[in-house]
């Protein structure tokens, strides 16, 4: 079973960046599509971004567009997300997510691994 570690979570002010990377263990992330969701407090959790096996696919929520990059490292089994522009409703939860294979979903049912998640607040 892939274990799915994230870090770069941290507290930054609006208009800062972060960069947040999701690291796979004990199993291949090169043949499947991997995500980004967050969660608020009292909010459910929401698609953020994915991207294709092969990075020829991104998508992106509304919400962050033009503002974040999901892209991948799959000879280093890893995931990031670079997050610009932050924002006050940007603070959540952030999760990355292993789909169930090679392409872009945007629903959390596509998705069959998961990481614990790393915290993110912006804030001044």
């Known amino acids: 079973q892939v274990q799915l570690v994230e870090s770069g979570g941290g507290l930054a002010q609006p208009g800062a960046s972060l960069r947040l990377s999701c690291a796979a263990f004990?199993?291949?992330?090169?043949?499947?599509?991997m995500g980004w969701f967050r969660q608020a407090p009292g909010k459910e959790r929401e698609f953020v971004a994915a991207i294709s096996w092969s990075s020829s696919t991104a998508y992106y929520a509304d919400s962050v567009k033009g503002r974040f990059t999901i892209s991948r490292d799959n000879a280093k089994n890893t995931v990031y997300l670079q997050m610009n522009s932050l924002k006050p409703e940007d603070t959540a939860v952030y999760y990355c997510?292993?789909?169930?294979?090679?392409?872009?979903?945007?629903?959390?049912?596509?998705?069959?691994?998961w990481g614990q998640g790393t915290q993110v607040t912006v804030s001044s």
């Open positions: 997510a292993r789909g169930n294979s090679g392409y872009v979903y945007d629903m959390s049912t596509q998705y069959t691994s």
């Open positions: 004990g199993g291949t992330i090169s043949s499947r599509g």
